[in-house]
């Protein structure tokens, strides 16, 4: 018997390989998409077939001239190759899909089929990035994390409904913050030039990333920050050059960089993303409204606020104007701070928050935000959502606003009980997730030692908050979310009740500004956070 004893304590059982526990998450959620394929799908679907079409039918130099759509391509190179790779494969399934004119507005089953399950298997990309942040953590942080991200809801409406390829970018991101998360900066900044090279609106986390590799990677002394500054320099150029040079070569730099930014939109898109500039727009209104009713003069703006297409900027009645400039700029203010912080104290265990807070500065404050775009900081933050018991308050708080301001994208009667349920199988999910994170017993079983201090980022004011009564969202977050319910009852049954086609512009309305206040808490709890950590 002590023989047995002995044998097994020289040779321990091997420890489980997590990728094969992340397959099933992985098969499991391909499931739910692949029933999904019938459904409803956005103009999006037809913007990426006809990328298709353009990048099978016409050379390098005419991809960005074309106009026989609307649909143009206004996504970067990178973004381009990937279509055409796709559209090799498109071709040997169907060719009328990647035909230029007969393509058009083709909605066949082959090509439904070959769009859907391409989006399925590009989120491999996704995959192997949870992976690389997620392999060195505890099984139970680890899974918490693969269920907030590979079982997202707002990927499944954006990506497999809605349509887009969302989870592939945003894989590409985590893959970069993996390797900055293990002091592999070359690496990381390699990754994110070229995902900046697949999706440009991922730049707005740029100034952190220059910020936090010249200070942690470059500042290493006159001579070896030099030459590391150099190497650094060289691979980005390397990436953008490989990207943008054939289309430097055939003199189209300029065409690619104003279908890229064609900031000719307007100020918000067609469903005001729940910003800071809702309340701005708001405001104007109001005040038109008041002065009108006081006997002043006010003129009408003509042009929309939600121009999708390019056209005329966005006007307001009173207000002063708004610019991309003046976007920009409150982007930069509102960084700065983080960028400050990234500088003075440039810890890997932190790169991850503030890439998400950049990404939420730029969703608040950015010009012609999609609401699709919470998405980019919302996946982040699922990374380390499991850190602490504040962070995982605020990230059930964020995760459910950030989902229900999706529900408009799903219009039709035959979606809604799709999108309800993804997100209240979401909430339950979180809910016992963290709940058997943080209770008691297990929060103080991980109580932090000295030796590493970051890995447990806050954890100390868990063990407290645990101990007195676990996982709790507080009695202010509850009310807000149960204000969710609200305006969702008031926009699906009261206001059809009541007002019947009447202004049907508010139940939209409601939606946006209600969440936009959600996300405004998020931006100032992320700040305060950057800035006390």
Not at 198 to 203: Q, R
Not at 237 to 266: E, L, S, T
Request: aromatic share 16%.
């Amino acid at each position: 018997m002590e023989s047995q004893s002995t044998q097994k304590l020289k040779n321990p059982p091997k420890p489980h390989n997590p990728i094969s526990e992340l397959w099933w998450f992985f098969a499991a959620a391909t499931c739910v998409k692949l029933l999904l394929i019938p459904a409803y799908r956005s103009t999006d679907f037809e913007v990426h077939r006809h990328w298709l079409a353009i990048t099978h039918s016409l050379p390098l130099s005419q991809w960005y001239l074309d106009e026989t759509s609307p649909w143009t391509l206004d996504y970067p190179p990178f973004f381009a190759y990937f279509e055409r790779f796709l559209s090799i494969f498109a071709n040997l399934i169907d060719p009328q899909m990647v035909h230029l004119h007969k393509g058009l507005n083709y909605s066949s089953d082959t090509v439904v089929y070959f769009q859907r399950v391409s989006v399925c298997v590009s989120d491999l990309c996704l995959l192997y990035g949870v992976y690389r942040l997620t392999r060195s953590l505890d099984p139970m942080r680890r899974k918490l994390i693969w269920v907030l991200v590979v079982w997202s809801p707002m990927l499944v409406v954006v990506d497999h409904l809605h349509f887009q390829y969302n989870g592939f970018l945003l894989g590409v991101l985590l893959i970069s913050l993996s390797y900055l998360e293990e002091g592999r900066d070359l690496m990381g900044g390699l990754v994110f030039a070229v995902l900046l090279c697949f999706k440009h609106l991922f730049a707005v986390a740029a100034p952190v990333y220059f910020v936090y590799l010249l200070r942690h990677y470059c500042w290493k002394g006159l001579v070896k920050g030099f030459g590391r500054l150099l190497v650094l320099g060289t691979v980005v150029v390397a990436v953008f050059a490989v990207a943008y040079g054939p289309f430097v070569y055939h003199g189209q730099i300029k065409q690619v960089i104003h279908r890229m930014f064609p900031f000719g939109r307007g100020l918000c898109h067609a469903y005001w993303a729940p910003n800071f500039w809702v309340f701005y727009i708001l405001l104007d209104k109001v005040i038109a409204f008041l002065l009108g009713r006081l006997g002043f003069n006010i003129q009408a703006p003509a042009a929309s606020f939600t121009g999708g297409l390019v056209g005329d900027s966005s006007p307001f009645a009173v207000l002063p104007q708004i610019t991309p400039a003046i976007t920009f700029i409150m982007v930069l203010l509102a960084l700065s701070p983080c960028l400050i912080k990234a500088w003075k104290d440039p810890r890997p265990v932190m790169i991850t928050r503030w890439v998400a807070y950049a990404y939420t500065c730029g969703f608040l404050f950015g010009w012609h935000v999609h609401e699709k775009a919470s998405l980019h900081f919302v996946i982040p933050l699922a990374i380390v959502a499991v850190q602490n018991l504040d962070t995982a308050r605020h990230y059930f708080f964020l995760s459910i606003v950030s989902c229900y301001s999706l529900f408009p994208l799903l219009f039709e009667s035959q979606e809604y009980p799709i999108k309800v349920l993804l997100l209240l199988l979401h909430s339950m999910l979180m809910w016992l997730g963290f709940s058997a994170q943080f209770t008691k017993d297990k929060t103080l079983e991980m109580a932090p030692s000295g030796k590493n201090k970051d890995s447990h980022l806050g954890l100390n004011r868990s063990v407290t908050a645990a101990q007195k009564g676990g996982f709790d969202i507080g009695w202010v977050a509850w009310s807000y979310l149960v204000g969710l319910l609200l305006v969702e009852i008031w926009g699906q049954f009261l206001h059809p009740i009541f007002l019947g086609a009447k202004l049907p512009f508010v139940p939209l309305m409601l939606i946006s500004v209600y969440c936009s206040v959600g996300v405004m808490y998020s931006f100032l709890w992320q700040l305060k956070h950057i800035l006390v950590s």
